[in-house]
């Protein structure tokens, strides 16, 4: 029913910063969750971030609190994943989700966006 598109993943250096973006589709979304996930080559999926479509209220992982922040623009059906201060640990294929509120999985997943960060 939901359709997602991420985009803006490429090669990065440590400590750089990268924005991605992930267009959704296929309906309303003011009870929708939307989240972001990662996955490294050799590890399991990750949680990231994510954040409601109605009030904004966001979740962070450990990992990346105070360095990522997850922001939504209902106008144009986007969801953004800014990423600061990389670091190597950070490569992985970045993956957009959608929820219903009323849910308690992630059923709609986009095809992904590579991030390489060097060092």
């Known amino acids: 029913q939901v359709q997602l598109v991420e985009s803006g993943g490429g090669l990065v250096q440590a400590g750089n910063s990268l924005r991605l973006s992930c267009a959704v589709s296929?309906?309303?979304?003011?009870?929708?969750?939307i989240g972001w996930f990662r996955q490294a080559p050799g590890k399991e999926r990750e949680f990231v971030a994510s954040?409601?479509?109605?009030?904004?209220?966001?979740n962070y992982a450990d990992s990346v609190k105070g360095r990522f922040t997850i922001s939504r623009d209902n106008a144009k059906n986007s969801v953004y994943l800014q990423m600061n201060t990389l670091q190597p640990e950070d490569t992985a294929v970045y993956y957009c989700?959608?929820?219903?509120?009323?849910?308690?999985?992630?059923?709609?997943w986009g095809q992904g966006t590579q991030v390489t960060v060097s060092s």
């Open positions: 989700a959608a929820r219903s509120m009323t849910s308690s999985v992630y059923s709609s």
């Open positions: 296929g309906g309303t979304f003011s009870n929708y969750r």
């Open positions: 954040i409601t479509w109605r009030g904004g209220s966001t």
